[in-house]
């Protein structure tokens, strides 16, 4: 159940559980946005959660699946009847897939589309009228360097990060009487699990901190109404 904390800013951060999206909780929440985390794992929630209110911030779990529309509708409901507004939308689930067009398979392909591309297009949908009665709103879309430059072998993930990137430019450009800045940030390897589950012997000096990408989500929603930016990326010097 989404409680509602007061008056403030809320925010709506999905895969909240780990890597970026804890990072970018923590960062928000640091400086007094409530928080509502959604991912798939409650355990992974929970802790992130933990360390929010350790720090003095407030947070609420919903764990679901966000590329199923039935658990995004129900995420709807709830906080359509407890919150008065959402003022910050960060999609950054996602999944990794390193596999060449020869071994990547119909389901595969399907899944990571869901994961990277319907899951922020669902979000989004379900929230833009709570995201209206903001007095600032963003939504965040965490693409990749990959959607600015081809590499091999990510066709498929490549392929959705793209797609987000295409979305945000669009949506960018639908909501620009709304005042609804729509920013994709596109990094380069970070240091997440995600990371190191995919490619465990990948070079260090390559990957820049979680803590990156939250200050520049930071910075971002609190540009003044009207300002925004095109799509952002983010990378080690050394990264190509």
Not at 71 to 78: A, E, G, H, N, P
Not at 114 to 134: C, D, E, G, I, V
Not at 141 to 147: E, T
Not at 195 to 208: E, F, H, N, Q, S
Request: glycine content about 8%; overall charge positive.
């Amino acid at each position: 159940m989404i409680e509602p904390q007061g008056t403030g800013r809320v925010a709506v951060i999905t895969g909240a559980g780990q890597g970026m999206g804890r990072a970018i909780a923590l960062k928000l929440a640091a400086n007094g946005v409530q928080t509502v985390l959604v991912g798939r794992t409650r355990a992974k929630l929970d802790a992130v959660s933990s360390e929010i209110r350790a720090i003095g911030g407030t947070a609420t779990v919903a764990a679901l699946d966000v590329s199923a529309s039935p658990q995004v509708k129900q995420l709807q409901r709830q906080l359509e009847n407890t919150l008065p507004q959402v003022d910050i939308l960060v999609n950054c689930a996602g999944e990794a897939f390193i596999a060449t067009l020869e071994n990547t398979g119909e389901e595969d392909w399907d899944r990571i589309l869901a994961a990277n591309l319907k899951a922020p297009f669902l979000m989004t949908q379900a929230l833009l009228p709570l995201l209206r009665k903001s007095q600032n709103a963003s939504i965040i879309n965490l693409a990749s360097k990959v959607a600015l430059r081809g590499y091999q072998p990510v066709a498929a993930y490549t392929a959705a990060k793209t797609g987000l990137v295409g979305f945000s430019r669009a949506l960018a450009a639908q909501l620009r009487a709304d005042e609804i800045r729509v920013v994709a940030l596109c990094p380069g390897p970070v240091d997440t699990p995600m990371r190191w589950k995919a490619t465990p012997d990948y070079d260090r000096k390559l990957v820049i901190d979680a803590e990156s990408i939250a200050s520049t989500v930071w910075h971002l929603v609190t540009l003044p109404r009207g300002v925004t930016a095109g799509e952002i990326l983010l990378q080690s010097v050394y990264y190509d």
